[in-house]
């Protein structure tokens, strides 16, 4: 076996999530590349939650199918939900001792049926080792070893360590071995999801503090760097209190990033102007769900593209940019925060439910390094808004007198309200911004995948899908990396020659379309779906199949 | 002292209350020194502090003071926020920050320009005018409550809590440089007339008289600060009415130092 697709679902408490997660590393640990998939919703016990888990020995395939080869059941409601996405041949994996399952004849699929609360009893363990009990088997009837098996749990189930590893022993060796795992690939890689890859991204730019209110699904951000000794966190009592203190954090000098959900980035909006106006370096990981309003929590849209563009009130500019996967995440929002304090303006980093609370493996194909931003001598006679574009930065509590200000200013940071010193002003930062979209010309903003007369652009993280989804079709996939300043000159080279353009898009009207059609670009046909789930791959196959057929 | 005022031409009205707060800021940064320090402005007439200070400053957006004067010590401990609003950015707009903040015991200096009313918008009410204020917006007059800011910061869990008066100097001055010193959150509420929409100045200087020099309970502080209701005439204490010591919010944070990425995404192999 050397690709294939997992479900494990419980109800939600029952430890489905960190079954994926173990499962997501136990193939990691023999060099195979994994990605998980979270669908949960908005409660705290019950319910029905699942995770799918999607190996591939080869190449990352950050995507799920509709059919699968595993189903890890902690409850009954999980078998009945599922069971008929298992492929022939799969193989449904239970306990047995709680669960009473009805199973269809003919079913197609082999049985294994684990006796989880035997096995508890056995090792006088909790029964919220269940999850470990049918992970073991899992890994033993795939053929993998056992204390490859053993190392990876270890490690990753911190609490009551030696009782699951007892628990896991008996099941594994109760279990009889039904598939061959291919060969070993290669060295594990970081799985991580996207908002930790976002967090650590930031990291290597030389994140130092990070300032939150918690939302799904931005949280992961602000869970994941609490855990990292070096980077101050914060959690105000409110997206507003977040904002201003990250400004006031910044112009003390230290690389802030703040992030949230389309509801508390709203809150946010007035003071995203202040950034502009002020010239703050900041960084804003917004991460979409299904809206609007409260929407659906913990499902995905891509529906705040309109409003990211335009947020702030004025004459405002800002960077806008859209990693897909979790290498893209990681990169970006390093990048990102390097521009944000090179160009002294908001940098607005978009995800969404699927991009930041899934898991990916990190290649680290391209690799991201703090730069040092322009900054001045701290001397007496410092002016914050000096120059022609770019002000050089100085920080206070030295000899330099560093005035921030909303109000339009002369160079020193004072009040101005003389039509000259206005416009002079207006066109510094306008400057500024013509300096980055011409760095911006000089950089790979705009990938393309694939060749064909139908060109489908798409952003964010329907990139797992639709690489998979367009595998060996005649078309060429088109990914803006940067939505504001608009790319338009790559994305126009890059649909030269294309007889039909098509936007697939996570939300009902088509926003990334109209942003092409304000470029000037036609698009011809719109792959939308806002029911707040992912596309799968075979549910985007066929409609991409129906563009070229 | 005198590179501490900007030649910036001054726009408060001839007899406003900001320029006795100003004189008395002025004499508080003269005494722990302006390098340090970090003017932050909210939006009305106090606002233009920032034009007129000789410090670094962040003339910022209305009712956002107290958190950005959180990020700045957050970031710099070694600087000294001074967090300037008035009731408007304070006391309506921007309630919640100073309530948390004062919750949190954030290490930053809050000076409150209360002249109870919307001056730079020609004369609203706000949470601290008297109900039946006559203002652009409530021409029969208000029909709100006041709130008691004093009270309500004791509540909060502030831990030096002071009232002055514009036409008190010395005692305002020592009340300011005083919070500056305080490692905790400063919470000093100003009492400033409008010499054009709300002259208190006469009010103020018959009812307004200084506590003598204490350490109260805080249930005591609190008995003295509903003394006046910010509704009658008075009298009305001004001075310190409660300070204590306990942790700050950013000395209990942990540092800032670089990270070890490889050893960190070892973790996640």
């Known amino acids: 076996m050397d690709n294939f697709q997992i479900i494990v679902g419980g109800a939600a408490g029952e430890g489905s999530k960190k079954a994926g997660q173990i499962l997501a590393r136990l193939f990691n640990s023999r060099g195979f590349r994994v990605f998980v998939h979270e669908d949960y919703h908005s409660l705290i016990r019950g319910g029905h939650n699942f995770s799918q888990i999607t190996v591939n020995r080869d190449r990352q395939q950050n995507a799920i199918s509709e059919k699968i080869d595993f189903l890890l059941a902690l409850n009954e409601e999980t078998i009945t939900k599922h069971q008929h996405k298992l492929k022939d041949g799969g193989i449904l994996i239970y306990d047995s001792d709680s669960i009473e399952a009805e199973l269809p004849e003919d079913n197609g699929f082999e049985v294994l049926k684990v006796p989880a609360a035997n096995i508890i009893e056995e090792a006088e363990a909790s029964n919220l080792m269940k999850n470990t009990a049918l992970i073991a088997a899992l890994a033993k009837s795939v053929g993998m070893d056992w204390e490859k098996t053993k ?12 009782k699951n590893l007892q628990v896991a022993e008996i099941a594994f060796s109760q279990t009889e071995q039904l598939k061959e795992l291919a060969a070993e690939a290669g060295e594990p890689l970081p799985v991580l999801t996207g908002n930790s890859a976002i967090a650590v991204g930031a990291i290597r730019a030389g994140l130092e503090n990070y300032i939150a209110y918690p939302m799904t699904p931005a949280t992961g951000v602000l869970t994941y760097l609490v855990n990292v000794p070096g980077v101050k966190t914060a959690q105000p009592e409110n997206e507003i209190s977040v904002i201003n203190m990250a400004i006031g954090s910044a112009f003390a000098g230290r690389r802030t990033m703040i992030g949230s959900s389309g509801g508390g980035f709203a809150l946010m909006s007035e003071s995203i102007s202040l950034l502009a106006q002020s010239e703050t370096p900041m960084q804003i990981v917004l991460s979409q769900r299904m809206g609007p309003a409260t929407g659906v929590p913990t499902y995905v849209g891509q529906c705040d593209l309109d409003f990211a563009l335009n947020v702030g009130h004025g004459d405002m500019q800002r960077l806008v940019t859209a990693p897909g996967d979790g290498d893209e995440a990681y990169y970006l929002s390093g990048w990102g925060l390097n521009m944000a304090w090179k160009y002294q303006l908001p940098v607005i980093l978009m995800t969404d439910k699927e991009l930041s609370e899934n898991t990916y493996v990190l290649t680290r194909e391209q690799e991201i390094y703090k730069e040092e931003p322009n900054e001045a001598e701290n001397t007496a006679d410092y002016l914050r808004y000096d120059g022609e574009d770019i002000s050089p930065l100085q920080y206070p509590g030295g000899q330099a007198v560093v005035k921030a200000t909303g109000y339009e200013h002369t160079p020193g940071g004072i009040s101005e309200e003389e039509p000259e010193g206005i416009v002079a002003m207006q066109n510094k930062r306008l400057r500024k911004y013509d300096k980055l979209k011409e760095e911006l010309e000089q950089l790979e903003t705009v990938k393309s995948y694939g060749q064909g007369k139908v060109a489908v652009i798409f952003w964010g993280s329907v990139k797992g899908a639709i690489l998979e989804a367009a595998q060996d079709l005649p078309i060429k996939l088109v990914q803006p990396l940067v939505l504001q300043p608009f790319p338009e000159n790559q994305m126009k080279a890059a649909l030269e020659g294309a007889e039909k353009v098509v936007c697939v898009e996570l939300n009902s009207t088509g926003q990334l379309a109209r942003v092409l059609r304000g470029h000037g670009i036609e698009v011809n046909d719109k792959i939308l779906k806002y029911d707040a789930r992912p596309f799968t791959i075979e549910g985007l196959r066929e409609q991409l199949q129906a563009l070229v057929n | ?44 007439c106090h606002g233009k502090i920032s034009d007129y200070v000789n410090t670094s400053s962040i003339y910022t957006l209305h009712g956002r003071t107290v958190p950005t004067g959180t990020g700045v010590k957050m970031s710099n401990p070694e600087l000294l926020p001074i967090c300037m609003g008035g009731d408007g950015d304070m006391y309506d707009e921007g309630i919640s920050h100073l309530v948390h903040a004062a919750k949190r015991n954030s290490n930053i200096t809050v000076l409150v320009h209360d002249n109870r009313t919307f001056a730079l918008t020609v004369n609203q009410p706000t949470s601290t005018s008297p109900q039946g204020y006559q203002g652009t917006t409530s021409p029969e007059g208000s029909v709100e409550y006041t709130i008691n ?13 002071a009232r002055g008066f514009s036409g008190q100097p010395q005692q305002l001055t020592r009340l300011i440089t005083e919070g500056i010193a305080h490692p905790g959150f400063s919470f000093i509420e100003i009492l400033q007339p409008c010499v054009v929409w709300y002259n208190t100045f006469a009010a103020y200087n018959e009812a307004v008289y200084e506590m003598e020099n204490q350490e109260l309970e805080l249930q005591e502080a609190r008995n003295k600060a509903v003394e006046w209701d910010y509704q009658s005439e008075g009298p009305i204490a001004t001075g310190l009415f409660y300070r204590e010591h306990k942790p700050t919010y950013e000395e209990s944070l942990p540092g800032n130092f670089p990270v070890d990425v490889e050893a960190l995404l070892e973790k996640s192999k």
């Open chain 1, 151 to 162: 190392q990876v749990l270890s490690r990753l189930l911190t609490k009551e360590t030696d």
């Open chain 2, 1 to 44: 002292m005198e590179n501490i005022i900007l030649p910036t031409t001054n726009t408060w009205c001839p007899g406003c209350g900001n320029f006795g707060i100003q004189n008395s800021l002025k004499e508080a940064i003269a005494e722990v020194g302006k390098e340090k320090v970090v003017v932050i402005s909210g939006i009305g």
């Open chain 2, 149 to 161: 800011p004093v009270d309500l910061m004791l509540s909060a869990g502030a831990t030096y809590v």
